[in-house]
């Protein structure tokens, strides 16, 4: 059971050092808070609010990842090399596109709130 719930402590200091030394994790926790605030201005329904925590959260995970990627590579080869480079690269272009997605998903969410709100005016 120790181990068990040393993992959870692991975990989450993973997740504080994210957040705290990771520039890009820390927009994208900006981000995130902009989003929520949004969803509750708008009153966002159960499917919509499952579909921006899936996002939200697969951005975070997938920046978690990247930084793994990077600080594991970086430890390995402090030198440059083409192939540290080149899955340097694809981990940050991963994240990339899970945010293209993101933002794909967002605008399917809000626009129509947002249209309804300018259509009022």
């Known amino acids: 059971m120790r181990k068990f719930l040393l993992s959870f402590k692991y975990a989450g200091e993973g997740i504080c050092s994210l957040f705290r030394h990771e520039r ?3 927009i994208h926790l900006v981000a995130a808070v902009c989003v929520i605030t949004a969803g509750c201005l ?4 159960a499917w919509e609010w499952c ?3 899936m996002c939200i959260g697969g ?3 997938a920046e ?3 930084t793994a990627v990077e ?9 440059q090399d083409p192939l540290i480079k080149t899955a340097k690269d694809i981990a940050a ?3 990339l596109l899970f945010v293209f997605s993101s933002i794909a998903v967002g605008l399917i969410v809000f626009l129509p ?8 005016l």
Do not use: E, T
Request: with cysteine; charged share 15%; proline share 3%.
């Open 24 to 26: 890009n994790a820390q």
């Open 42 to 45: 708008f009153d966002l329904c």
């Open 51 to 53: 579909a921006v925590v």
């Open 59 to 61: 951005v975070f995970m």
């Open 64 to 66: 978690g990842f990247n």
């Open 71 to 79: 600080k594991l590579c970086d430890k390995v080869s402090p030198q």
């Open 93 to 95: 272009g991963a994240v």
């Open 113 to 120: 709130y947002i249209f309804s709100l300018f259509s009022r």
